[in-house]
C-alpha cells in the first residue's frame, strides 16, 4: 500500500527479545526495507498514524499489505514435521495456549 513513491516499512515484533535480535542479524545479511523492530506483547502493540501528527491529531493511518504471525500453537504443525516428538505430546500441553489463542 502507501502513496506514490512509497518504499514500505517491515514491521517487526517479537515478544522474546533473544529472538527479535536473531531477526535483526538476518536482516542485515541483505538488502531489506526501513525496518521498525521492537519487542513486547503483540496484544498491547499499537501503531495509529505515521508521519506528521503521529499524536493522532491527523498523521495518515498506519495500514498493512501484508500481516505474518508466528503464534503460540498446541504443535500439531511441529508434530507433522516432527513425528518422533508425538511421544512427548499431551492433551494437557496441546491445550496449554488456547486461553491466549482467544
Keep these: 500500500g502507501g502513496g506514490e513513491g512509497w518504499c514500505g516499512l ?11 535480535e536473531r531477526t535483526l542479524r538476518r536482516a542485515q545479511c541483505g538488502p ?9 506483547d503483540a496484544t498491547a502493540f499499537e501503531m495509529r498514524t505515521l508521519g506528521e501528527g503521529a499524536a493522532g491529531d491527523g498523521g ?3 495500514l498493512f499489505d501484508r500481516v505474518l504471525c508466528d503464534v503460540p ?6 508434530l507433522r514435521k516432527s513425528p518422533l516428538k508425538l511421544s512427548r505430546w499431551s492433551v494437557a500441553a496441546g ?4 486461553a491466549l489463542q482467544l
Design 10 to 20: 517491515l514491521v517487526s515484533n517479537d515478544l522474546e527479545r533473544v529472538r527479535q
Design 32 to 40: 531489506c526495507v526501513p525496518l521498525l523492530a521492537t519487542y513486547g
Design 60 to 62: 495518515r493511518p498506519l
Design 73 to 78: 500453537c498446541g504443535g500439531d504443525g511441529t
Design 95 to 98: 491445550l496449554g495456549a488456547h
